[in-house]
């Protein structure tokens, strides 16, 4: 064995060590096989092998490229997998781009599936400047499907977990943009470790604001995501550079609230918003270094839907708080039936009641009226574009969706006036309706000052009217107070002047609704979302409550 280079057993593992500047261009074994009983590279005079890998063959092959990984030989470790056109480039670049000077791989036992994770134990030298890396990762050995040989299953995220896009690459240097230090709108300085569901927000607002917030970019071992718009990936600080100053509108008591309410469930999401302003004051996501759902998410917000499609009611003068509507246990429009919860049927009460115990079929039964008044066409995907501003291009200061309610009829029309169907939102967007009705008018939601980067925020095309608006807080306000209230318990802690609507989304092949809550208190708005938790006020009701009781 050549010099620089070693195999030790730790633990009943074999550990592979290659130290020095270049690595060195040599060998462990005077060939390596891959399992496969022939040296890479030959023809091979056995038979073409079939069915799944064995134990053995997982255990050879994952040790001899890890071997060849470890000692530098990037072009044989590339032959060790299915796909050596991808692998052989991203391999060298571990040592010439993420200037990788020492590396030690510590493998784990396979599992049945001929997965093995490992553990690479690294020193990362750039400019003189070393540091130690480590890190865990995992491979698959699968069987080659014309060689029949046994290959490590080709992906980037066996160099490193983060690299989980073809594009992507990993570099050391200079970052691409400056350090920023985000504060809260009080000047307290907010970071990923305290504020886990941050951490994905902060990687955006550097990347959009860091060269223009007076920072110096440090010496990174980073991610480079390859792509347009999205943010690259800090794994590793070599040198720190000098952050500049970002002001943001979260409030880190709304925010440490956020992050800990959600935190109870696997995956859920919520934001608090000052109506007033449009002002975000908390977003935060579980998993917390996951898919920003809160900004990003897609869902249908089931009878959260209902503020809007109540609205659209109200200004065409079809119901009225105070006036009596019917609510049957079902309603069938255009062959779709709907029904209430429990089949639960009301009668003789106003449609303020039937809002507040989130009647689905007083709802259903206004959509011909609303199809039918003479010179007046606008319906639901209107009134939420023009007053509620869904669907707009808002500039929040990161990536963010906006909401769809395209337009419908027929069964898809019944879907969307309660929330499903192709009806799609996010809390942030449930969030900013419930703020616009609190406000009786649009104000884009942002967490950076438009000021910052001349953007220009969205703008509805019209206010509420005064009454509309005058009746919409009555019946939430009923929805959060009153005995019969579906968010009557969920509320009873929260104080002020407050309000809320609950929701539940019927997803197709998930065995429980969704779960959507949305409500006010004073001058903070809140939404939240949690998969399969079932009824608004079980899951996300507690959870906006939480949310708000910090503002």
């Not at 074999?14 to 496969?36: M, P, Q």
């Amino acid at each position: 064995m050549r010099s620089g280079a070693k195999v030790a057993i730790v633990g009943g593992a074999f550990v592979v060590v290659a130290s020095g500047v270049g690595y060195g261009g040599y060998n462990l074994w005077s060939g390596i096989t891959g399992g496969s009983g022939g040296a890479v590279g030959t023809s091979g005079s056995e038979s073409r092998k079939t069915g799944p890998v064995t134990s053995e063959e997982v255990t050879s092959t994952a040790k001899d490229f890890l071997a060849a990984w470890a000692t530098g030989e990037s072009d044989r470790a590339a032959q060790l997998t299915n796909n050596p056109v991808e692998a052989g480039p991203a391999l060298l670049g571990f040592r010439e781009e993420a200037k990788v000077s020492a590396v030690t791989i510590t493998p784990g036992a396979p599992t049945g599936s001929g997965s093995v994770p490992f553990t690479v134990k690294a020193t990362v030298t750039h400019d003189g400047v070393s540091k130690p890396w480590t890190y865990a990762s995992e491979l698959t050995v699968v069987r080659g499907l014309t060689t029949g040989r046994p290959l490590v299953d080709w992906e980037p995220a066996v160099l490193h977990p983060k690299l989980t896009t073809k594009t992507a690459t990993l570099r050391t240097g200079g970052a691409k943009t400056g350090e920023i230090q985000a504060v809260d709108r009080k000047g307290r300085v907010l970071t990923a470790e305290k504020y886990p569901s941050l951490g994905p927000v902060l990687a955006q607002l550097r990347d959009r604001y860091g060269s223009t917030t007076g920072g110096k970019p440090g010496v990174e071992v980073y991610v480079d995501s390859g792509e347009q718009g999205v943010p690259d990936t800090t794994l590793l600080t070599l040198a720190k550079g000098e952050p500049g100053r970002l002001q943001t509108t979260i409030d880190a008591d709304v925010q440490a609230a956020a992050e800990k309410a959600v935190a109870r469930y696997g995956t859920a999401s919520v934001v608090a918003i000052q109506p007033s302003t449009g002002a975000v004051r908390a977003v935060a996501n579980s998993p917390a270094n996951g898919f920003n759902t809160a900004f990003q998410g897609k869902k249908m917000p089931g009878s959260t839907m209902k503020i809007v499609t109540a609205a659209l009611l109200l200004e065409k003068g079809l119901v009225k708080a105070d006036a009596v509507t019917d609510c049957p246990s079902e309603a069938m429009y255009n062959g779709r039936t709907i029904r209430n919860l429990d089949d639960f049927s009301l009668q003789g009460k106003t449609f303020g009641y039937a809002f507040a115990m989130s009647c689905n079929t007083a709802f259903i039964k206004k959509i011909d009226d609303v199809e039918d008044i003479e010179g007046d066409d606008f319906g639901l995907a209107r009134e939420a574009r023009e007053v509620f501003g869904i669907g707009l291009d808002w500039k929040t200061g990161i990536v963010s969706e906006d909401g769809s309610v395209p337009e419908a009829s027929g069964a898809a029309a019944a879907e969307q006036y309660i929330g499903q169907g192709t009806v799609t939102m996010n809390p942030l967007n449930v969030a900013s309706i419930t703020a616009t009705a609190k406000a009786g008018e649009f104000k884009q939601p942002y967490l950076v000052a438009a000021d910052v980067d001349n953007r220009a925020f969205a703008e509805a095309e019209r206010k509420l009217p005064a009454q509309v608006a005058k009746q919409l807080r009555e019946m939430m306000r009923t929805t959060a107070t009153a005995r019969y209230g579906t968010a009557t318990d969920a509320m009873a802690s929260v104080g002020g002047d407050k309000g809320a609507k609950t929701g539940s989304a019927e997803v197709d092949g998930q065995g429980v609704s969704d779960s959507w809550f949305t409500g006010f208190s004073d001058d903070l708005a809140a939404a939240a979302f949690v998969q399969g938790a079932g009824h608004g006020a079980t899951a996300a009701g507690p959870v906006v409550a939480q949310v708000l009781r910090a503002g």
